[in-house]
């Protein structure tokens, strides 16, 4: 059974610059989640979606993140503008309500 | 507002070596936790998942263990192999279905052979 894939792996950028990043989850998985890790640090939510429904965006910084799931499968996340701060390593994980996550690897953001 | 924390920040032991790690909660009132593990550059494998109602939970050298109302969990690992070093995060999940997991900061485990 294939995993949780992301793309890009690496994207490096200037900043004020847009990016996007896309997963694709497991078959099945109703539940899709985009965290962000900063080095050190825990991963932290972004925006929850269940099916195609986003149910929890509060800490996704509205003003130049968006995201979207397609038909309750694909997910795009998206930084237009891109700023410093935003460098990180952006996680997309999915699940079966309420029972193991599951994450891709990974799609480490540079943002010069 | 739930707070995790993980102690030590790192450790470092020699191959063979049985050792704990720790997790504390601030809120008590949690769904479930979840115990995984990171490779550098990579992204969060779950190792383990203990329900609000269960007291430990086992996979192979792994056993990890919860007391809600103390809000702790510990992560044992039997004989320590250079393979177990890597990064290990502690999550739960707040007494609501359908929250998302809160993360500490985790702990780098390193082996040496």
């Known amino acids: 059974e294939a995993g949780v894939v992301q793309s890009p792996r690496y994207k490096i950028i200037e900043k004020k610059q847009p990016v996007a990043f896309w997963c694709n989850p497991i078959?099945?998985?109703?539940?899709l989640y985009w965290y962000r890790q900063n080095l050190g640090q825990g991963p932290e939510l972004l925006i929850r979606?269940?099916?195609?429904?986003?149910?929890?965006d509060s800490q996704l910084p509205k003003d130049r993140f968006s995201a979207e799931r397609l038909k309750g499968v694909d997910s795009t996340l998206k930084i237009q503008p891109a700023e410093l701060g935003d460098s990180a390593v952006y996680l997309c994980?999915?699940?079966?309500?309420?029972?193991?996550?599951?994450f891709g690897s990974g799609t480490q953001l540079s943002v010069l | 507002k739930q707070e995790v924390t993980q102690i030590p920040a790192a450790l470092s032991v020699p191959e063979g070596e049985n050792l704990v790690l720790n997790c504390s909660f601030t809120d008590s009132a949690i769904y479930n936790l979840q115990w995984f593990r990171q490779d550098p550059g990579k992204g969060l494998t779950s190792l383990l998942l203990i329900q609000s109602s269960q007291r430990e939970q086992t996979s192979g050298r792994l056993n990890a263990s919860l007391d809600k109302s103390s809000g702790r969990s510990t992560l044992y690992i039997a004989a320590s192999q250079p393979g177990d070093s890597a990064t290990y995060l502690c999550a739960v999940k707040a007494n609501q279905a359908g929250t998302a997991l809160i993360f500490g900061k985790g702990t780098t485990l390193s082996v040496s052979s």
């Open positions: 979606y269940e099916n195609e429904e986003a149910v929890d």
């Open positions: 078959s099945g998985h109703n539940t």
């Open positions: 994980a999915s699940s079966l309500k309420d029972e193991k996550l599951f």
